[in-house]
């Protein structure tokens, strides 16, 4: 990889390995890296430690989206998705264990996947993509049981609320969508740009980050982030960040926020910016915590760069780890 | 046998008290506390020598344990007032100070602290034995950290990773090591470079050294960073803290020393007391190296210390005048512009407003803005103007011919002209006639006006006046000017054969005066060539001037001067 490659590189997505002492990354030439998070967190860590101790091409093209179940990790790029076991990549070995390509109304374009979201009732996965649909498969067996029908554009993002079954999805059209899983029906529709105090037409109407933890749900893209209760589908607070948020989550009492602009923004739940913490990619796509070790508990951020930041310490970043 | 003098007899009682004391000195306290006050009272008496109640004091404190060595310190606290008139401090500073070296500063603090606030008060303010009179730095004061990934106690699990082999990068760390895995991600970097600052604050001299400077520089440029990078907002928050603080006792939050666990380090960055510490050593080592303005009260202390530390008592100063109480009504003096104020009061505001502009009327009338004579230049110009002949303003129009601009033209020049007072020998018809002179002398002088045309009307005027220049200065069009074809001829013709002696002053080399002589035989034509080549040899320098004072210089003053007048 040259240094010319490197810098039009862009990490799109990361994901957690079970144990938590790995990370994965994608970035837009289809590669993913694995990075050893406990060699890299050691105290006597060097430069060698911050590499990736695998990278591989999965896909063709960019890859947007990873997942991580029980012991597989799962990418999706170009309409396919992968799967990987996460045994085999700590071991440097990378051999997909299936792979799937959703039912595409044409053959000839094939629409790329932006987002995929786990099902744990029953055991399903969600992707949305290029093609205006949610396609939805099951893990056991493979196959597409259902396509969820009803945006008008493409999709960017999905969110589960796991305690009601329903899915959220957000997309291009500026609509984010509550569906049903079991019969597959959109329940909800918000046009988040028709609120005045959300909306930005300055920079359009697309929805391109969302999540939700049940009762809340924070969306952002075009028209400012802003956090809504589900109950009553009205947005409660409005986040004033410039620029356009493309990855959000709720972590303690505070609303973490990635898009546009070399910083992580903290956020409170009553809609006031309590500061930016300085990041090195220009642009940010993508914000992970690791939930599943306490040892290895670092946030990562991802964008228009080869490295990806990461903080031990949420108020600044301690180092970087680079493709 | 002769009475035993009188030290004789003190000695003896000195020795006495001593054998006494010890031994009692296993016995209770009180014992030799009550002995040593019966040697204090000895002193006073005069039957004991002055020093002994210290020998005593000494003894004591040397010999006891620490505990007990608090008793005999109150002891000594209580009896301050008999250490100041028997005036032995030497003594009790000497004992006190042994008794500190033996304590553990960080374990009996309070006692120190007793003990050094003693000698505080005991000792005169500007006693220089209690400073630090070069400013040296504590060299001892070393901050611990873990430096070595090796001696860390929170050591992370690594067993499980060596059996799957998967770590390659894996370090010392085996199983030898007990790690308690620490359950938070630590950002070693960051805190290895954080304490290692603490060695430059300890030691500021180490900056001077190129190396370890540029290892400051970046090590503070990242713990900065770190610090820019989330600003601690929380002001409000504080002032609750301080608001607590105070109420719950108010004592300030003391530490005798950082603490540098690891698992602190994220604290600690978020504490604003703890970011104010370290940012106020970074100005006490900027003060040390750029000796700025930073800490004022520094700066005070040290040039006191430089002065030779002088004493504190303030002279009461002899015209320290009473204050004066406040009155109700203005007094008699406020009219008059004696009050405090040093306004004067009209009785009406406008009048004062306007009279108090500037009380004084002297002062006033020094003010820039009564400054009402005009320059020369600007009264002037209009006369420079019209003596000008191309403008060919008739005599008779002449502003110079007014007799009201006459005399104020007088006035001003007698002001502001010296030309005023030059003696000259013409006879002026009138007034306008004078002055039409005058101004075409400031024409000349005033830059801006343009006065070419008037110089050739000036040489009959200059000729009483300048004379005593002419001599010396040329006129000013021909100074630069390059010698011609013709004058060069003319000169030729003069110089004849005596041109080898112009040629010395013209620097001309013996070679180049033998080639002149071979080309020609003609004497004027060798002249001639003498005069080209010494033109081509200076170029531009080749100016009449140049030529003329070589001329005189060679002993042809008339050629010269036939020469200038061409």
Do not use: C
């Given at each position: 990889m040259g240094p010319v490659e490197l810098l039009h590189m862009s990490v799109f997505s990361q994901s957690f390995s079970p144990c938590g002492r790995f990370l994965a990354a994608s970035n837009n030439y289809g590669e993913i890296a694995v990075f050893s998070l406990s060699s890299s967190l050691s105290p006597e860590a060097t430069g060698i430690n911050q590499k990736p101790i695998l990278t591989f091409t999965a896909h063709e093209g960019p890859i947007f989206a990873l997942l991580s179940t029980d012991a597989h990790l799962l990418s999706a790029g170009n309409g396919e998705i992968s799967a990987w076991s996460w045994a085999e990549l700590a071991k440097r070995n990378p051999k997909a264990v299936w792979i799937r390509r959703p039912q595409y109304k044409s053959s000839l374009e094939i629409p790329e996947i932006n987002d995929m979201i786990v099902n744990c009732r029953d055991n399903s996965l969600a992707v949305g993509g290029g093609d205006n649909n949610?396609?939805?498969?099951?893990?056991?067996?493979?196959?597409?049981?259902?396509?969820?029908?009803?945006?008008?554009?493409?999709i960017h993002c999905l969110s589960m609320r796991e305690r009601e079954g329903e899915l959220l999805s957000g997309g291009e059209d500026g609509a984010v969508r509550i569906w049903d899983c079991r019969t597959g029906q959109s329940v909800h529709r918000l046009e988040v740009y028709k609120y005045e105090e959300c909306a930005r037409p300055q920079y359009g109407k697309w929805i391109s980050c969302l999540t939700t933890d049940s009762d809340w749900m924070l969306c952002g893209g075009g028209p400012s982030l802003s956090l809504w209760h589900l109950r009553s589908l009205s947005p409660t607070s409005i986040f004033p960040l410039s620029g356009c948020q493309r990855q959000a989550m709720f972590y303690q009492d505070l609303i973490l926020s990635v898009g546009e602009g070399h910083f992580l923004s903290h956020c409170l739940l009553g809609g006031d910016v309590k500061s930016l913490i300085p990041c090195s990619p220009p642009s940010l796509n993508t914000v992970a915590l690791n939930t599943n070790s306490t040892e290895h508990r670092v946030l990562t951020v991802g964008g228009s760069s080869d490295q990806i930041d990461v903080f031990t310490n949420l108020s600044y970043k301690a180092f970087s780890l680079s493709f | 046998m002769p009475f035993p003098s009188e030290t004789e007899k003190k000695t003896t009682l000195d020795q006495a008290l001593r054998g006494v004391l010890e031994a009692e000195i296993k016995g209770s306290c009180d014992d030799f506390l009550s002995l040593i006050d019966l040697s204090i009272d000895s002193v006073t008496e005069g039957i004991c020598s002055a020093t002994t109640p210290f020998l005593l004091l000494g003894d004591v404190l040397d010999c006891l344990p620490l505990d007990q060595c608090d008793k005999i310190f109150t002891f000594v606290e209580e009896n301050v007032s008999t250490w100041k008139s028997v005036s032995s401090l030497f003594w009790v500073h000497g004992s006190l100070c042994d008794l500190l070296r033996r304590l553990s500063k960080s374990q009996n603090t309070v006692f120190c602290g007793r003990?050094?606030?003693?000698?505080?008060?005991?000792?005169?303010?500007?006693?220089?034995?209690?400073?630090?009179?070069?400013s040296q730095f504590n060299l001892d004061n070393i901050t611990v950290f873990n430096k070595n990934e090796q001696e860390s106690t929170l050591g992370q699990k690594h067993s499980e990773e060596k059996e799957e082999g998967m770590e390659v990068e894996e370090g010392e760390m085996g199983d030898e090591d007990e790690p308690a895995p620490c359950s938070i991600p630590i950002d070693y970097n960051l805190y290895r470079k954080f304490w290692t600052l603490q060695d430059y604050f300890r030691n500021p001299v180490q900056c001077y050294d190129k190396f370890s400077w540029m290892t400051f520089l970046k090590y503070s440029d990242e713990t900065l960073a770190v610090f820019k990078s989330y600003k601690l907002d929380d002001t409000q928050a504080s002032k609750r803290k301080l608001e607590e603080l105070r109420t719950?006792?108010?004592e300030h939050v003391y530490f005798a020393k950082f603490l540098t666990s690891e698992k602190l380090m994220d604290l600690q960055l978020s504490d604003s007391n703890f970011r104010r510490h370290i940012l106020v050593q970074y100005l006490i080592l900027f003060q040390y190296l750029k000796g700025q303005h930073i800490l004022n009260t520094e700066e005070n202390w040290n040039s006191w210390k430089n002065e030779g530390c002088p004493s504190f008592v303030k002279e009461r100063p002899a015209d320290a005048k009473p204050i004066r109480p406040t009155r109700k009504r203005p007094a008699p003096e406020d009219f008059l512009g004696k009050g405090p104020d040093r306004k004067i009061f009209m009785g009406n505001d406008e009048l004062t407003r306007l009279w108090n502009l500037n009380p004084d009327n002297m002062e006033a009338c020094k003010s820039d803005s009564r400054e009402f004579m005009p320059s020369l230049e600007e009264f002037f110009e209009e006369a420079i103007e019209q003596a000008d002949p191309a403008n060919m303003v008739e005599d008779e129009y002449k502003v110079v011919r007014n007799s009201n601009y006459g005399w104020r033209a007088l006035r001003l020049l007698s002001r502001r002209s010296p030309h005023f007072f030059q003696p000259t020998n013409q006879q002026f018809k009138s007034l306008a006639d004078y002055l039409e002179s005058m101004v075409i002398k400031l024409a000349k002088e005033l830059p801006d006006i343009p006065s070419e045309e008037i110089?050739?009307?000036?040489?009959?005027?200059?000729?009483?006046?300048?004379?005593?220049?002419?001599?010396?200065?040329?006129?000013?069009?021909?100074?630069?000017?390059?010698?011609?074809?013709?004058?060069?001829?003319?000169?030729?013709?003069?110089?004849?054969?005596?041109?080898?002696s112009l040629a010395s002053q013209l620097e001309m080399k013996a070679a180049e005066m033998r080639e002149i002589?071979?080309?020609?035989?003609?004497?004027?034509?060798?002249?001639?060539?003498?005069?080209?080549s010494w033109q081509d040899r200076e170029g531009t320098q080749a100016t009449v001037e140049n030529l003329a004072s070589a001329l005189t210089a060679a002993g042809f003053p008339k050629i010269a001067e036939a020469l200038t007048e061409t």
């Open positions: 949610i396609h939805i498969m099951d893990l056991e067996t493979g196959v597409f049981k259902s396509v969820l029908q009803g945006h008008t554009d493409y | 003990i050094q606030l003693f000698l505080a008060r005991l000792f005169p303010l500007s006693e220089k034995s209690g400073l630090n009179l070069q719950a006792g108010g110089k050739t009307g000036e040489e009959e005027d200059d000729d009483n006046g300048d004379n005593l220049l002419k001599e010396t200065n040329d006129s000013p069009g021909i100074q630069h000017k390059l010698v011609s074809n013709q004058q060069m001829d003319e000169v030729a013709a003069k110089l004849g054969s005596q041109w080898k002589e071979t080309e020609s035989e003609d004497v004027d034509m060798q002249a001639k060539l003498l005069l080209v």
